[in-house]
């Protein structure tokens, strides 16, 4: 049985880091396409600087930036949760054990970011620490929500594949997974799309001028 409280704090923080994924996807376009003359309100100096790290290699992975990839994985997580209660999968337990090794890849990830950040670069994005931040905290609830060891969490995922497949909770949990894959890339890249869109058109508007 999951705890109720903790849920409910892992569900504020995502919608936390995900309206903070949201405005990084509009701060890098904004950053790389318009140019502006004005400095966004993060850069406080010449390591507090937002905007150049928002230009710099760290910025993108495989011509993507970061914070879309960071986007889509906030709307992914979101996604899964939700399907699982519209479908009434009634897999619970499951769900929320793959979400915790998934958090902990995010967690992973966010540890390399800032490290490019932070010793590479030696700039600190303040909204990009916020997210690492939260990000955390969203594992420390999943972690609590499940009210179970490592040791436990492991185990539920390996009882799916050992010593013989769980095809009927795999399958339940593929739906939702793959539902939530295809949304959440579809949303979060339609947002890139439309912020790409929308700063290049400012741009030809003050060409034009």
């Known amino acids: 049985m999951l705890e109720?409280?903790?849920?409910?704090?892992?569900?504020?923080?995502?919608?936390?880091?995900?309206?903070?994924?949201?405005?990084?996807?509009?701060?890098?376009?904004r950053t790389n396409i318009l140019h502006p003359p004005t400095k966004s309100f993060c850069v406080i100096s010449e390591t507090i600087d937002c905007d150049r790290v928002a230009i710099s290699v760290g910025s993108k992975?495989?011509?993507?930036?970061?914070?879309?990839?960071?986007?889509?994985?906030?709307?992914?997580?979101?996604?899964?949760?939700l399907s699982e209660c519209v479908l009434k999968l009634g897999i619970q337990n499951e769900l929320y054990c793959s979400i915790y090794v998934i958090l902990l890849m995010?967690?992973?990830?966010?540890?390399?970011?800032?490290?490019?950040?932070?010793?590479?670069?030696?700039?600190?994005?303040?909204?990009?620490?916020?997210?690492?931040?939260?990000?955390?905290?969203?594992?420390?609830?999943?972690?609590?929500?499940?009210?179970?060891?490592h040791g436990e969490i492991f185990g539920v995922l390996y009882?799916?594949?050992?010593?013989?497949?769980?095809?009927?909770?795999?399958?339940e949990g593929l739906t939702a997974m793959i539902t939530a894959v295809v949304f959440s890339g579809i949303i979060a890249f339609a947002v890139d799309y439309g912020f790409r869109i929308h700063f290049r058109k400012k741009v030809a508007e003050q060409a034009t001028k």
């Open 4 to 29: 109720s409280k903790w849920v409910l704090l892992l569900m504020i923080f995502l919608f936390g880091g995900l309206a903070n994924s949201i405005y990084l996807t509009y701060h890098h376009y």
């Open 61 to 81: 992975l495989v011509g993507v930036p970061v914070a879309t990839l960071g986007m889509f994985s906030h709307f992914f997580l979101l996604l899964y949760i």
């Open 106 to 149: 995010m967690v992973l990830f966010c540890a390399y970011e800032a490290f490019v950040s932070f010793v590479i670069l030696r700039l600190v994005c303040i909204m990009c620490t916020v997210l690492y931040v939260t990000v955390a905290l969203m594992l420390v609830s999943c972690k609590q929500a499940l009210a179970m060891s």
């Open 159 to 171: 009882k799916l594949f050992f010593p013989s497949l769980s095809w009927a909770i795999l399958r």
